[in-house]
């Protein structure tokens, strides 16, 4: 062997054939190292959820963020430990949205640097609801389900989406309309899986800006008899427990380990936390003409104030003052006291404050034209409506609710050594304070486009935040169950796309 | 804009081509042959380089040498961690030397060294893991070296004269302008280019000969330091709006002393040993500043640290047509460890050599020379390329190949 290698350089030397140099050990004659999964089973990993369990990132479900969902990344990891293989019900393209409705499913959206904003990605999607999969699927992740919704028959009923009580996404990969995603979970004998749900029971009243309520208590909890809490609603607590129960229950049944994800407490993400309460501008002279045409308003508080119909207290955090630099957003609060009915100038408006959370989409509203009143500009004359802020109380009735889910999450894990919990409540509001770090160092924040946790959308992970939470997934498995299961390293994986 | 801008101008690494790895020595076919050995052998023009101060002792009254070589080199990365590999595929480089020396006296001689110490090219695939680092980099330099000797007595002579250089960068690199993006219009990269960049230094040698069978040499290179200056810079698939910008950027070619000795063991054998001190720890820090004022510095920290080659040489004259040469030098790598970078991917090296001469006549011989570096597997990272590039490390192997061809010119 020793001759031969002297040979083959003499060989070189004379240049009769090509000299690389070689490894000891070549990578293509390395396999991944095998690992083992303790006391768990990953031959059939189920994952369960909604959009962040299925890879949805950028405002839309497709293909390449798909494959980077953190159940993705998790299961090729398995893959060394006895992993079986996982199957995703993909998209049809690498742009997500649907044919029959690209307003409600739109395509992804990727980043213009230039303007420094996110844009639709230039293309068309392809993927139809009527494109139906044959499953079953290992990622079962739904993008839009609430907890509830795992346990609804029906959710993939292609006759049930004009109804509003179906799911395009579960349409796609149902096995049968009448099923429910639970059922088709546990027809699959799942030996592990995840679920991560909750999120969209307080998520979808903060997108919407807090305009919809706290659903009430209801008096049963038989699933066909309780109506869906309306969309942009909080799921009362003690529903989501009995929902929640009866889906871990079942999983349960199946003597499959697991790890309960929890809910993540959403103010802290960039979605409300990116447009600040005082983002507009104003030099003295447009500052002077706006203070003139609330004059009129500030007046009226003070005669309120000596009416005795509001405090004096009110009436400063309700007087509009502009002045040059940057000034608070002027909005509309209906947690103030209703003046009108004394004046019907007297609107429920104040100016925003730091413990205001204006929503990512009204970037591109501020400052505007008023679409009703174009001598009116948003923001400061046109006062925000409630759909594009969270006040302190609407804030507080969400972080409440996030608690209480937090808890039931919580004692379900106490209360069966098959479940682990991983906390990524406290994961999403590190990211917000400071940031997380990998082990060689790349580190993700919550800062919208740069920060590498958030895709556009400043709601959904990117693959590399992905890659973060697959990477703290793997520690709770290998340390609840004795699995090695290796992390992979953050830096392969993307953050955002650029146009 | 500016943001944007800083996280642009921050990742932005440039060359350290001129590592030690880089100054593949190939000045001479002879001296190649021998190890690159030649501070102390009186053989032929070549000394125009080697050591200019033992142009006085040549033989013939006008001296020519002239060479080119062909340099393959192939270097290999990977990471069993990441699961990557990629390698390099580098064109071949021809670095090129042309020596004439003509003795105006017997105590005064003049030559001219042209040479191209700097030569060499790496290229990775354009889509490769460290594209962040470099995708590829080029570097041209001719030195142009007038130098005279002046022999003190028939024991002494010392030598020297001012080098005129002229250098040339291309530099390729990926760019992030968003951490961690990738791009729909294909990767963004960032160009840097300036030719005909010149500068000046010097070399001075000194020859002792105590008896007629030991030769002892000495000779020192002066630090040349090549400013770029508003050199060309481009971007392509930048995102946005691209800076118009030019940049300047100060490379130092450190100084460099050898000495050496030869010793003839016989009518037929000669042996000699070179010792090079390379004084790389000028090499701090690359800093670049771009014109336009608003894109900001890039620091780059490269620590490098003085280097040693040791020199082994041989040569056997067979018979009145054939004379045989081979040698052996090992290399110090002036990189330290976590600083080492996909651009110089060069470790500790051994060299070995060989080359024949083959007589024509009396005044002409066609040399022959063989290189090969063996550079051992070495596991290293470049922990902290600059504030927000991330560490980038794995293992690499490389090795260069290079046969060369020459003819010795005598009247």
């Known amino acids: 062997m020793k001759n031969n290698k002297y040979i083959y350089i003499a060989l070189c030397s004379l240049g009769f054939i090509a000299c690389e140099p070689e490894f000891d050990q070549p990578l293509e004659d390395t396999p991944i190292a095998a690992q083992t999964s303790g006391e768990a089973n990953f031959s059939k990993y189920i994952s369960l959820g909604n959009s962040l369990t299925a890879g949805f990132a950028d405002g839309s479900l497709y293909r390449s963020g798909q494959e980077s969902s953190f159940a993705n990344i998790l299961a090729t990891q398995m893959q060394t430990a006895g992993g079986g293989e996982f199957l995703t019900p993909f998209m049809n393209d690498d742009i997500g949205g649907f044919v029959e409705n690209p307003t409600a499913f739109p395509p992804r959206r990727v980043f213009d640097a230039g303007n420094r904003a996110p844009v639709f990605i230039d293309a068309a999607p392809t993927t139809s609801f009527s494109n139906i999969l044959t499953g079953p699927f290992n990622n079962m992740g739904v993008p839009g389900a609430k907890s509830f919704h795992l346990a609804a028959p029906g959710y993939g009923s292609a006759a049930n989406l004009a109804l509003g009580l179906a799911n395009p996404y579960f349409v796609r990969f149902a096995s049968s309309p009448n099923t429910s995603v639970i059922a088709d979970a546990l027809a699959q004998q799942p030996t592990f899986f995840t679920l991560w749900i909750g999120n969209n029971d307080v998520l979808s009243y903060a997108t919407a800006g807090g305009i919809g309520v706290l659903q009430p208590t209801p008096t049963t909890n038989d699933l066909t008899m309780i109506p869906p809490p309306g969309g942009d609603d909080i799921s009362d607590p003690t529903y989501f427990a009995g929902i929640y129960t009866g889906l871990t229950n079942a999983l349960a049944s199946t003597n499959a380990k697991g790890v309960l994800i929890n809910v993540p407490n959403v103010s802290t993400i960039p979605f409300f936390t990116t447009v600040p309460f005082n983002a507009i501008p104003l030099d003295q002279a447009t500052a002077d003409a706006a203070n003139t045409g609330f004059a009129n308003y500030n007046g009226g508080l003070q005669l309120a104030v000596q009416a005795g119909v509001l405090t004096p207290t009110e009436a400063t955090r309700r007087t509009i003052n502009f002045t040059a630099g940057q000034n608070a957003v002027v909005i509309i609060d209906e947690n103030l006291t209703d003046l009108t009915a004394i004046n019907a100038g007297l609107i429920n408006i104040r100016q925003a404050t730091p413990n205001d959370l204006l929503l990512l989409t009204v970037s591109g509203l501020l400052g505007t034209p008023n679409s009703d009143n174009g001598t009116l500009i948003n923001g400061i004359s046109a006062p925000l409506g409630d759909q594009w802020i969270l006040t302190p109380e609407e804030q507080l009735l969400i972080t409440n609710a996030t608690n209480a889910y937090n808890q039931t999450i919580q004692s379900t894990v106490s209360a069966n050594p098959n479940l682990a919990l991983l906390d990524a409540n406290t994961l999403v509001s590190q990211l917000a304070s400071g940031g997380i770090s990998s082990e060689n160092g790349t580190v993700v924040t919550s800062d919208f486009a740069t920060g590498g946790a958030f895709s556009l959308d400043g709601i959904h992970l990117t693959p590399r935040g992905n890659a973060f939470i697959a990477n703290e997934l793997i520690e709770v498995i290998n340390s609840n169950f004795g699995s090695t299961l290796q992390k992979v390293d953050p830096n392969e994986f993307k953050t955002i796309t650029l146009q | ?411």
């Open chain 2, 1 to 411: 804009m500016k943001k944007l801008l800083f996280v642009l101008a921050s990742c932005l690494t440039f060359s350290s081509i001129y590592a030690g790895g880089y100054r593949v020595s190939i000045q001479g076919q002879r001296a190649l042959a021998m190890g690159h050995t030649g501070v102390a052998v009186v053989n032929s023009a070549e000394l125009a380089f080697f050591n200019p101060a033992g142009l006085v002792f040549l033989e013939n009254k006008l001296n020519v040498s002239a060479g080119v070589t062909g340099i393959i080199t192939n270097t290999k990365y990977q990471n069993l961690d990441t699961r990557q590999a990629f390698e390099t595929d580098s064109p071949v480089g021809t670095p090129i030397n042309l020596y004439a020396t003509y003795k105006i006296s017997d105590k005064f001689s003049a030559g001219i060294a042209v040479y191209t110490p700097y030569g060499s090219r790496v290229d990775w695939p354009s889509d490769w893991a460290g594209g962040f680092l470099v995708n590829s980099i080029e570097l041209s330099a001719v030195f142009i070296n007038p130098v005279v000797s002046f022999k003190v007595n028939d024991a002494l002579s010392i030598g020297g004269g001012p080098i005129y250089a002229i250098g040339g960068v291309n530099f390729n690199r990926s760019i992030e302008a968003v951490p961690g993006s990738e791009s729909l219009s294909g990767p963004s990269t960032i160009e840097l280019d300036a030719e005909g960049v010149t500068a000046w230094g010097w070399k001075a040698s000194v020859l002792f000969r105590p008896t007629d069978k030991l030769n002892i040499g000495a000779s020192y290179q002066s630090q040349i330091d090549i400013n770029a200056e508003n050199g060309d810079v481009s971007f392509q698939n930048f995102p946005g709006e691209a800076p118009q910008t030019g940049f300047n950027a100060t490379l130092p070619l450190p100084s460099e002393l050898t000495l050496g000795l030869s010793y003839q063991v016989n009518d037929k054998l000669l042996l000699a040993f070179d010792f090079n001190r390379a004084y790389w720890g000028a090499y701090e820090s690359l800093d670049i500043t771009f014109t336009d004022g608003e894109t900001p510095d890039s620091i780059n920290p490269r620590n490098y640290e003085d280097a040693s080659t040791y020199r082994f040489g041989a040569q056997y004259d067979y018979n009145s047509k054939f004379t045989f040469r081979a040698g052996y030098y090992f290399d110090e790598t002036p990189v330290a460890s976590g600083f080492f970078s996909p651009e110089t991917p060069r470790n500790d090296s051994h060299a070995f050599t060989g080359g024949l001469s083959f007589n024509i006549n009396n005044n002409l011989a066609i040399d022959a020379s063989f290189l090969y570096i063996y550079f051992a597997e070495v596991d290293e990272s470049f922990d902290s390329p600059n504030d927000s590039a991330p560490a980038f490390g794995g293992t690499y192997k490389s090795n260069v190949f290079a046969p060369g061809l020459g003819i010795t010119y005598k009247l």
